[in-house]
C-alpha cells in the first residue's frame, strides 16, 4: 500500500517478511539505512565499492588508466590472422637475456 503525501514523502506498509518497496527505479541499486531514532529509517542510494577493487579509484591506478583509454583511442583494433601471428612469432628473433 502507498500513500503519496508530497512529492518527497510516501507512506508505505512493511510486508510479512519485514520488506519495504521502494519502487521499480530502484530495482538492483544498494543502499545505505540509517537509524539514528528508534523507528527514524534514512535511506539514500549509494555506489558500493568492494575492498577487492578499491585500487582502481587510487590516483595512479586513474592515471594509468586515462593514459591507456587514451592510447587505445588512438590505436583502434585491428583484424588479424591469430595462424599468422603465431608463424611470424616462430620467425622472429630472440630477445638475448642480459645478466646482472
Same mark, same amino acid.
Given at each position: 500500500?502507498?500513500?503519496?503525501?508530497?512529492?518527497?514523502?510516501?507512506?508505505?506498509?512493511?510486508?510479512?517478511?519485514?520488506?519495504?518497496?521502494?519502487?521499480?527505479?530502484?530495482?538492483?541499486?544498494?543502499?545505505?539505512?540509517?537509524?539514528?531514532?528508534?523507528?527514524?529509517?534514512?535511506?539514500?542510494?549509494?555506489?558500493?565499492?568492494?575492498?577487492?577493487?578499491?585500487?582502481?579509484?587510487?590516483?595512479?591506478?586513474?592515471?594509468? !588508466?586515462?593514459? *591507456?583509454?587514451?592510447? @587505445?583511442? /588512438?590505436?583502434?583494433?585491428? #583484424?588479424?590472422?591469430?595462424?599468422? !601471428?603465431?608463424? *611470424?612469432?616462430?620467425? @622472429?628473433? /630472440?630477445?638475448?637475456?642480459? #645478466?646482472?
Amino acid at each position: 500500500m502507498t500513500l503519496s503525501t508530497t512529492d518527497s514523502q510516501m507512506v508505505k506498509s512493511i510486508g510479512a517478511s519485514g520488506q519495504i518497496s521502494l519502487g521499480k527505479e530502484f530495482a538492483g541499486r544498494q543502499v545505505l539505512v540509517e537509524s539514528p531514532a528508534k523507528g527514524v529509517w534514512i535511506i539514500r542510494t549509494a555506489l558500493i565499492i568492494p575492498d577487492h577493487e578499491d585500487w582502481l579509484h587510487l590516483e595512479k591506478t586513474k592515471s594509468s !588508466l586515462k593514459k *591507456a583509454v587514451a592510447w @587505445a583511442t /588512438k590505436n583502434p583494433a585491428k #583484424s588479424s590472422d591469430p595462424q599468422q !601471428l603465431l608463424e *611470424a612469432s616462430r620467425h @622472429a628473433p /630472440k630477445h638475448k637475456v642480459r #645478466s646482472t
